[in-house]
Nanobody, 121 residues
Framework: QVQLVESGGGLVQAGESLRLSCTAS????????VRWYRQSPGKAHDLVAS???????NYAADVKGRFTISRDNAKNTVYLQMNRLQPEDTAIYYC???????????????WGQGTQVTVSS
């Protein structure tokens, strides 16, 4: 059973920064597609950022230029650096990993429990 654990959330003021971390109980973060999602009350999960096994990154339009996703393979950790935070960034942030499990390309998706980010104005 793979476990993903997010950390680094908290309460900050608008304009401040946070760095979220996602660690896994097995070494699955380095060679797989990793995404950060967020969910605000009453809303669906929104994709925030992603990083491929090769290191290609993508961002949602409203966080581009403020957020940076990165990976430290030695620490089996994926980060989400969030700068210039705004109240609309308030949400629970989740780490998501899609793991290819066989040569036919079957995949398994793993989610963490989430970490709360609250940005006050």
């Amino acid at each position: 059973q793979v476990q993903l654990v997010e950390s680094g959330g908290g309460l900050v003021q608008a304009g401040e920064s946070l760095r979220l971390s996602c660690t896994a109980s097995r070494r699955i973060l380095s060679g797989n597609f990793v995404r950060w999602y967020r969910q605000s009350p009453g809303k669906a999960h929104d994709l925030v950022a992603s990083i491929t096994s090769g290191g290609t990154t993508n961002y949602a339009a409203d966080v581009k230029g403020r957020f940076t996703i990165s990976r430290d393979n030695a620490k089996n950790t994926v980060y989400l650096q969030m700068n210039r935070l705004q109240p609309e960034d308030t949400a629970i942030y989740y780490c998501n990993v899609i793991v290819t499990v066989n040569v036919e390309g079957a995949t398994v998706e793993h989610w963490g429990q989430g970490t709360q980010v609250t940005v006050s104005s």
